[in-house]
């Protein structure tokens, strides 16, 4: 039996060590951290987003972006930084802004969005009884909603358009907004129109990390930092590690997946593999339900606004912003004061405000929004990584993906969107 080592035991690692074991390999996943899904995964927006899945890039990006530069309050925001890595992989985000090529990814994420559905599924029914997948899954459908009458015609003709891939939405007026999610009845601001989808789910993400890679039956290796590989006829035979302790070791195994989230472009730059990967900072909170009538059932989208709202149990996740400013996690009072001001002008009384447990993560992206799943040049190094804001969405599907590919088999769907380009 083979033995392959997943170093990242966020989504996409655990998803990956799912995959791989349910076919059979022996697998080791490596993390940092002491538990499995304490990086990004920890507190995203917990939406799995199948149906929107149009890349950061777009023509539109593109007319924004000077204005990212100049306001820090924006839902998004740019710090350029005198790294050639971070202007190369702006040039490919400013040729990624094309109406042709949005369509591309779009279609191309649609696919990978539709069979981490049927993978999730697939691994949810199939889990055996002694080793379930204990994670809860909720098909809360999800409803967009929209502040400006002007964008209506855009959304109309975007919805047209998914419908040809499978996508079921519908344009609803503020009425039927406010009909399909009652609690939006307090909003302090007025609704144009909405979208709603009834295929979303929601679920938390880091229990759904750390469900994966139990259910998984791989050995675990927290608390141990990869910090090189060890190359043998140009092929890599082992990683370098050291533990809590600092004490160093090696984990040799016949094939390595990088599944290292916005850590993997640092981790494979010293092999002359270089990732296009920037770390996109976000911020969510999690806000203790109050009133249960007054708090969304429904997973919420304020496009204006660029924010999520997501029920998980007793609680309701927000999340939102993108800074493109570098590997920082401080957070920035500022945006957590912007989140709880709109959870409490959308949804008036649904919660308590007294410990927002305020939290900030990198995303792992691409230029073009298309995460790198396959092989890279040097034998036995395999990718899954750089799924920025879709981690989530797309980890089951990715993983799927990529354990095809690592036994040669005709792929579920074309893999070639996803392939590294030297
Ligand atoms: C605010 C916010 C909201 C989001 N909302 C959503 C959402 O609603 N839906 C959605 O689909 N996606 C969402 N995302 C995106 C999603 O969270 C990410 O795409 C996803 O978590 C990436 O998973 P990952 O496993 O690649 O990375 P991570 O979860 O970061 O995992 C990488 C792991 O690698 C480990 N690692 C890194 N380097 C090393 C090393 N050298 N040695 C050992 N271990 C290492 C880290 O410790 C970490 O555990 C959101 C992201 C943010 C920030």
């Not at 344009?171 to 989808?197: K, M």
């Not at 533990?243 to 094939?255: F, L, S």
């Not at 040049?377 to 089951?396: K, M, Q, V």
Request: aromatic letters at 6%; glycine letters at 8%.
């Amino acid at each position: 039996m083979k033995h392959i080592c997943i170093i990242g035991a966020g989504v996409i690692g655990s998803a990956t060590a799912m995959a791989l074991a349910r076919e059979g390999f022996q697998v080791t996943l490596v993390d940092a951290a002491d538990r499995p899904g304490q990086g990004a995964s920890r507190a995203n927006g917990a939406q799995l987003s199948y149906s929107y899945v149009e890349p950061l890039a777009t023509p539109a990006a593109l007319r924004a972006l000077p204005g990212w530069l100049l306001s820090r309050d924006s839902p998004l925001s740019w710090q350029p930084r005198w790294q050639l890595s971070h202007w190369r992989w702006l040039a490919a985000f400013i040729r990624a802004c094309t109406q042709a090529r949005v369509q591309q990814t779009t279609e191309a994420l649609l696919r990978l969005s539709f069979l981490s559905r049927d993978v999730l599924a697939r691994w949810q029914r199939e889990a055996p009884t002694e080793r379930p997948l204990g994670v809860q899954v909720r098909q809360a459908g999800k409803l967009v909603i929209h502040r400006d009458a002007g964008k209506r015609d855009a959304a109309q003709r975007q919805v047209a358009w998914q419908a040809r891939f499978g996508c079921r939405q519908r344009v609803l007026d503020a009425d039927a907004c406010r009909r399909q999610e009652p609690a939006l009845a307090h909003d302090r601001a007025p609704i144009a129109f909405g979208v709603w989808t009834p295929d979303e789910a929601v679920t938390d993400a880091q229990q759904l990390s750390h469900a994966l890679a139990e259910a998984s039956g791989a050995r675990w290796r927290m608390d141990t930092r990869v910090v090189g590989f060890v190359q043998r006829d140009g092929r890599v035979h082992a990683l370098r590690c050291t533990d809590a302790g600092g004490a160093e070791r090696e984990i040799e195994a016949d094939a390595f997946v990088v599944s290292a989230g916005p850590g993997a472009a640092a981790l494979l730059k010293p092999l002359g593999v270089p990732l296009p990967i920037e770390p996109i900072k976000g911020y969510s909170i999690s806000l203790q339900i109050a009133n249960a009538a007054r708090a969304p059932q429904v997973s919420v989208t304020d496009a204006a606004r660029k924010l999520v709202y997501a029920r998980l149990g007793e609680r309701v996740r927000i999340a939102g912003f993108a800074e493109l400013r570098g590997a920082d996690l401080r957070i920035d009072p500022r945006r957590i004061e912007a989140m709880l001001q709109a959870a409490t002008d959308t949804f008036p009384g649904a919660f308590q405000t007294g410990d927002p447990e305020p939290w900030a993560g990198l995303r792992p992206a691409t230029p073009g929004s298309r995460p790198l799943i396959g092989a890279t040049r040097i034998g036995g190094l395999w990718l899954n990584t750089g799924h920025g804001a879709l981690g989530l969405t797309l980890a089951c599907g990715s993983a799927w993906l990529l354990s095809q590919l690592m036994q040669d088999r005709t792929p579920s769907i074309d893999a070639a969107p996803f392939r590294l380009q030297d």
